[in-house]
């Protein structure tokens, strides 16, 4: 498994129970590498039947046919769901307003909401 990577291999008392693969944005084309990355995770040897995965993104910038395509395309070939968690759920990205100007970061506001979702998903996942 040392060639397949994603951000967090999350373990418990020495069991790999997480994978989480972690964006800035989620746009169609880094959702569609990290699904075809997170597949091939779970047909791994090394992975426990029973292992989980997410993504953890800042911003939504994927078109909804696509996660609902890609999101599909996991479970038929894992059986399994993936969690998708978009920590500034109400603003999408824009290319216009990008966060290291100043005028702008009222625009990344974090969810608490979001934060605590994802936090309890790692608590009961794990």
Avoid at 64 to 80: L, R, V
Wanted: hydrophobic share 35%; charged share 25%; net charge negative.
């Amino acid at each position: 498994m040392s060639n397949l990577q994603v951000d967090w291999h999350v373990y418990k008392g020495g069991t790999l129970r997480l994978f989480v693969e972690s964006k800035t944005y989620l746009d169609s084309c880094y959702l569609m590498r990290a699904v075809i990355d997170l597949i091939e995770l779970d047909a791994s040897p090394d992975t426990p039947d029973d292992c989980q995965f997410a993504i953890f993104a800042g911003q939504d910038a994927c078109k909804a046919e696509s996660m609902t395509y890609y999101s599909a395309f996991f479970k038929k070939h894992t059986g399994k769901e993936l969690t998708i968690f978009f920590a500034n759920p109400q603003q999408r990205r824009r290319s216009s307003r990008p966060i290291f100007k100043a005028d702008c970061r009222q625009d990344f506001t974090l969810s608490t909401e979001v934060h605590n979702q994802f936090i309890n998903w790692l608590e009961t996942a794990a």
